[in-house]
């Protein structure tokens, strides 16, 4: 590497984050099952850190699994359950399930709260939850942070939080979602892929 002029790319130092209280702990329903057969059947949901120049940025996804489709999000100064909870409300605004939905997380203290498992039951969702310590159990939503700090973040350090918010609203909404591909869909876009088996399930029908 060093003959060649080349360096690894290094992240940057994490924010120190206060422990929270674990209250509601779920066994690991979902299993490693990454790959539902329709969508709405299985999402997962995690937060990553941004740094800015006033200082971390916090953001939660929601990810649906059978096309890896962002459907809920949320950006916010703090790292609080109102964080996740705006994320999973975003995405059950948008997708409006009819059947219950299992949705996976770790086992933070904002997922463990009281009022992260009243949400779940009030909108007929069911929780899952990954052991503790093993990150391969949320494989899917840790690739999606790995691809947006690879492919926008990279080693900037943004003047502002709002600057954050607004290129990682772009990169969400306007490239990942509707452009970028992905091998598990065939090298189709998230957006696309759910739009081929809308297709496929109309001409069964």
């Known amino acids: 590497m060093k003959r060649?002029?080349?360096?690894?790319?290094?992240?940057?130092?994490?924010?120190?984050?206060?422990?929270?209280?674990?209250?509601i702990i779920v066994s690991n329903k979902l299993a490693r099952e990454f790959n539902p057969h329709a969508p709405n059947q299985s999402w997962v949901t995690d937060i990553t850190y941004i740094k800015t120049h006033e200082s971390w940025l916090y953001l939660a996804v929601v990810v649906d699994l059978f096309s890896r489709r962002v459907i809920g999000w949320s950006m916010k100064s703090r790292i609080t359950k109102e964080l996740v909870l705006d994320a999973l409300l975003?995405?059950?605004?948008?997708?409006?399930p009819i059947d219950k939905v299992l949705v996976h997380s770790d086992q933070g203290s904002q997922y463990t709260s009281?009022?992260?498992?009243k949400f779940l039951k009030q909108h007929g969702l069911e929780s899952s939850m990954s052991r503790r310590g093993n990150c391969h159990d949320n494989a899917v939503a840790e690739s999606f942070f790995q691809l947006l700090k690879r492919e926008r973040i990279k080693r900037k350090i943004y003047t502002t939080r709002e600057e954050a918010r607004m290129d990682i609203f772009e990169y969400i909404e306007m490239f990942y979602n509707i452009k970028r591909r992905h091998g598990s869909n065939n090298q189709l876009s998230p957006v696309e892929y759910e739009k081929q088996y809308e297709i496929k399930l109309k001409s069964v029908y």
Request: hydrophobic fraction near 25%; proline fraction near 3%; charge should be positive.
């Open 90 to 96: 975003m995405a059950i605004w948008r997708r409006s």
């Open 114 to 117: 009281h009022d992260w498992n």
């Open 4 to 23: 060649e002029g080349i360096q690894s790319q290094r992240g940057y130092r994490k924010p120190r984050l206060k422990g929270g209280v674990e209250n």
